[in-house]
């Protein structure tokens, strides 16, 4: 099995083509695979890594602009996908006291559940690396990492 198969295209313009094609496609496949995962706890990727955020701050309240900064989807809207885990109970927001203009959010009670339940499906998550060895895994966040180094 390979890029070349899975889309059905035997001839690229270049490895740099083939290897940029490659990602899309797989950060496609992997997106799917994690979505099957929240599904269960009907919450978006963009939800979910909220969620994570806050947890990792949790007590300490993050505004909108923190969020956004750390969120792994830059392109996101930070202000309205907040709005709707306040209205799933999994957040809650309230007017910075130092800084009116900013809004702090927090995670809940029933938004750190909804991670738990997540967590106990972490080993289903890590599958899709089964057919990587930890040595390989450790090559590829490297590559990724190089990848992205600014020149």
């Known amino acids: 099995m390979g890029i070349e198969k899975d889309i059905n295209q035997h001839h690229f313009t270049s490895e740099s083509q083939k290897a940029i094609i490659n990602l899309i496609y797989t950060s496609n496949w992997i997106t799917e695979h994690i979505k099957q995962v929240l ?7 963009q939800q979910f890594n909220i969620l994570r955020i806050l947890r990792g701050s949790d007590p300490q309240p993050l ?3 923190t969020i956004r900064e750390r969120m792994l989807y830059k392109m996101s809207d930070t202000s309205r996908i907040v709005d709707r885990l306040v209205l799933k109970r999994l957040a809650f927001k309230k007017t910075c006291p130092i800084d009116k203009r900013l809004v702090d959010v ?3 009670e029933e938004g750190k559940k909804i991670l738990e339940a997540i967590d106990q499906k972490q080993s289903e998550m890590i599958s899709i690396t089964k057919n990587l060895s930890d040595a390989e895994l450790k090559q590829l966040n490297t590559l990724l990492d190089n990848l992205r180094t600014p020149q």
């Open 63 to 65: 505004s909108t602009l």
């Open 39 to 45: 599904d269960d706890q009907d919450i978006t990727l």
């Open 106 to 108: 927090s995670i809940t």
